[in-house]
């Protein structure tokens, strides 16, 4: 439905910061909402971040205040990862969401902190 391509991830220290970058085919303001998710190896894929089109925001509760989502204004979705632990280390992915069984997936970054 649509193509979504992540890009910034890379290695850093505990502590260090990176910027996630999500570019769509589309606009993303054609969607319900861009979220963030990520998949450390041998779990689940679980939610990190979103914002829907008219810019409420919303985080999980594992991001303690350190992440932060936004986004500018035709294609493309940020995610600002401060702070960062190795428990942060995972894929992350960018989804684009307009409802159930409408939406659309990148195909991830990887993320490694790591001293």
């Known amino acids: 439905q649509v193509q979504l391509v992540e890009s910034g991830g890379g290695l850093v220290q505990p502590g260090g910061s990176l910027r996630l970058s999500c570019k769509s085919s589309r606009s993303i303001y054609s969607f319900s909402s861009m979220r963030w998710y990520r998949q450390a190896p041998g779990k689940q894929r679980e939610f990190v971040a979103g914002?829907?089109?008219?810019?409420?925001t919303r985080y999980a509760d594992s991001t303690m205040g350190r992440f932060t989502v936004s986004r500018d204004t035709r294609n493309t979705v940020y995610l600002q990862l401060n702070s960062l632990k190795p428990e942060d280390t995972a894929v992350y992915y960018c989804n684009a969401y307009l409802s159930i069984g409408a939406e659309s997936w990148g195909q991830g970054t990887q993320v490694t902190v790591s001293s």
């Open positions: 914002i829907t089109a008219g810019g409420e």
